[in-house]
């Protein structure tokens, strides 16, 4: 029996926070699965140790509509592919009439999938609830990332090391570098702290702005790493801190304490699936109402990271 699983949406967080539901998806059948995700899921990084998946295709569609996988073109084209893997069984995690379209014309009989043209959900509660429906076992939303432990770095003891989350997709979505740069002063007051920069060569100007700053001798750089490279180091971390990113999902899927800064996403998609995720969200907000277009990067005080920052660290 061979089981496709689609998971169509792009970033890295949702990509950790439907691996649950995948790796349940592999114990009720007993088999690794294939994956249809889009490259940005980092997808073939994240699971590379993970014997739930054994295949990995990639949906080539974007936002200029021109991948392809886009249009009636791609449609038949991704149709196509698919049933030259003679699939038995898919899961469709997506409410949109095209997949199951190409599944049928893939050739696939039992299509299992979300209520066509649903348009808002929440991205934990929707999985959890359908993979539980499909599969008849209750389903924990915790993600489990797995890594080749023989690659785990032999950090030094007398630091607590913090990997610093700073950037996201987004300037509303993050908080000033000034703040995460007194925050790791004062957090050097209290212990000796060695911080893990988590970005990317997109992030060039913030992460020189932090390493030229105050705490620059204390910080490693993940800009020259892959997101597989990293994870190892992310593993033996203490904590995370930082804005709602694909770096926050990684540590929690590791194991890791995050302190998370919700500021314009959706805390109750994001940031309550996880026992290892802590929130901090703006003043005058509520966990239910820190949602897309909160706007509240300025008002994410500073006294109350630190306090929690403490807090997880001792």
């Not at 950037?167 to 740069?181: H, V």
């Amino acid at each position: 029996m061979k089981v496709l699983v689609i998971q169509p949406k792009i970033g890295v967080g949702d990509m950790i926070i439907y691996l649950p539901y995948i790796q349940a998806i592999y114990k009720k059948f007993d088999l690794p699965v294939s994956i249809l995700v889009k490259k940005n899921s980092r997808a073939d990084q994240i699971l590379a140790k993970d014997e739930s998946v054994n295949e990995i295709i990639f949906l080539k569609r974007n936002q200029d509509n021109n991948g392809e996988h886009d249009g009636i073109v791609g449609f038949f084209k991704l149709a196509k592919e698919l049933k030259s893997k003679k699939f038995d069984k898919v899961f469709i995690y997506n409410s949109s009439l095209r997949y199951y379209l190409i599944s049928k014309l893939a050739g696939i009989n039992d299509i299992s999938q979300y209520p066509l043209f649903r348009k808002k959900d929440n991205i934990v509660t929707s999985a959890k609830i359908f993979t539980e429906n499909e599969i008849n076992k209750i389903v924990s939303p915790q993600p489990i990332i797995k890594i080749d432990k023989n690659k785990l770095k032999n950090f030094d003891k007398n630091y607590k090391h913090i990997c610093l989350g700073f950037s996201a997709s987004g300037p509303t979505k993050r908080w000033d570098l000034e703040n995460y740069i007194k925050l790791c002063e004062k957090l050097n007051n209290n212990f000796k702290c060695k911080f893990y920069l988590a970005g990317g060569k997109n992030d060039t100007e913030m992460l020189e702005h932090i390493i030229n700053s105050s705490i620059g001798s204390n910080c490693i750089s993940f800009a020259d790493l892959t997101i597989e490279e990293t994870m190892p180091i992310i593993k033996n971390c203490d904590l995370y801190i930082g804005n709602d990113t694909g770096w926050l999902h990684i540590s929690s899927g590791l194991g890791v304490r995050c302190l998370a800064l919700f500021m314009d996403s959706p805390v109750m998609a994001y940031g309550k699936y996880s026992k290892n995720i802590s929130v901090v969200i703006p003043d005058g907000e509520t966990e239910e109402t820190t949602t897309h277009n909160t706007l509240g990067k300025d008002k994410i005080s500073f006294k109350k990271v630190y306090i929690k920052a403490l807090e997880l660290l001792s």
